[in-house]
């Protein structure tokens, strides 16, 4: 078994991973990957340029793929189980769904489980914009002062659809509002997460509407003080999109946002999503 060369992007966050698209699928590979993205957070392979059969098929090794359904779209990706993410969306749904992506947000809180991983393959670049960025959760919680860490045990934070659509509309019609809760009612986690290997990590972004029990600006203000602390640029990574680059990273422990582009700029990214294994509890 040859090891796989990383290479650290910062203390905090992130590594770049040189392999060959032919090697991803090797014996042992995956496993290693998965490795160093619990240690890393984010794997990048610069320009690996792999295929959509090998994305879906290494989604498939690091676990089981959660095949894109509420984000079906018809195309040849969504064929594989994929999602093609694009700003010429005709839908709707489908033009929040990728609106909503340039704010800090973890996938999957509208689940109890949420995904492990997601993978994203970059078709076509930007021209203007379209970065990715990503936020370690992991580290930020380490890092907060112990009496702050106690003072946040034991809150619960209700997550929603409509608190990121709050961001785009200021006046929501009530059939929006009916469409969101049917695809993202809202629901309640633990603030602090316990995971399974001991680390912990908060569980906030876009879709933290407020804390439970407490008044709705207080809530909010927590929250917004929170996701200020763990976008600070120490726990933070951007990703300037390459033709061919592929990153995978470890979604319980991340936020992530797209920077604001627009379809004139061509970006176009299919991305994989590896199904979940632990439930987010306190």
């Known amino acids: 078994m040859t090891s796989l060369r990383t290479e650290p992007i910062s203390d905090e966050i992130g590594a770049r991973i040189h392999t060959s698209a032919d090697h991803l699928l090797a014996d042992q590979v995956p496993e290693q990957i998965m490795q160093h993205l619990n240690r890393y957070g984010v794997l990048l392979f610069p320009q690996i340029s792999a295929s959509d059969e090998t994305l879906a098929a290494l989604s498939n090794r690091l676990g089981d793929m959660e095949a894109a359904r509420v984000t079906a779209d018809g195309s040849a990706a969504n064929k594989l189980g994929l999602y093609r993410i694009s700003a010429d969306k005709q839908d709707k749904a489908q033009q929040e769904y990728v609106a909503g992506n340039n704010f800090w947000h973890m996938d999957g809180t509208s689940y109890r489980v949420p995904g492990k991983a997601t993978m994203l393959k970059c078709e076509s670049p930007p021209t203007v914009g379209g970065e990715t960025e990503f936020a370690n959760l992991f580290s930020a919680y380490e890092a907060l002062p112990e009496e702050r860490k106690r003072a946040l045990d034991g809150l619960t934070v209700v997550h929603s659809m409509h608190a990121v659509m709050s961001k785009l509309y200021a006046e929501p019609q009530q059939e929006d509002i009916d469409r969101?809760?049917?695809?993202?009612?809202?629901?309640?986690?633990?603030?602090?997460?316990?995971?399974?290997?001991?680390?912990?990590?908060?569980?906030?972004?876009?879709?933290?509407?407020?804390?439970?029990?407490?008044?709705?600006?207080?809530?909010?203000?927590?929250?917004?003080?929170?996701?200020?602390?763990?976008?600070?640029?120490?726990?933070?990574?951007?990703?300037?999109?390459?033709?061919?680059?592929?990153?995978?990273?470890?979604?319980?422990?991340?936020?992530?946002?797209?920077?604001?582009?627009?379809?004139?700029?061509?970006?176009?990214?299919?991305?994989?999503?590896?199904?979940?294994?632990?439930?987010?509890s306190a």
Not at 195 to 222: K, Q
Not at 239 to 247: A, C, N, P, R, T
């Open 180 to 280: 969101w809760n049917a695809v993202f009612p809202p629901n309640e986690h633990p603030l602090v997460w316990s995971h399974l290997d001991g680390r912990r990590s908060l569980v906030i972004g876009s879709t933290a509407a407020g804390i439970a029990g407490w008044d709705e600006a207080e809530g909010r203000a927590l929250l917004e003080e929170l996701l200020d602390w763990c976008t600070q640029a120490r726990f933070t990574y951007q990703h300037v999109w390459q033709k061919g680059d592929m990153v995978i990273f470890n979604n319980p422990g991340l936020l992530h946002r797209s920077r604001p582009y627009d379809e004139a700029s061509g970006r176009v990214l299919h991305r994989a999503t590896v199904k979940g294994v632990e439930a987010i």
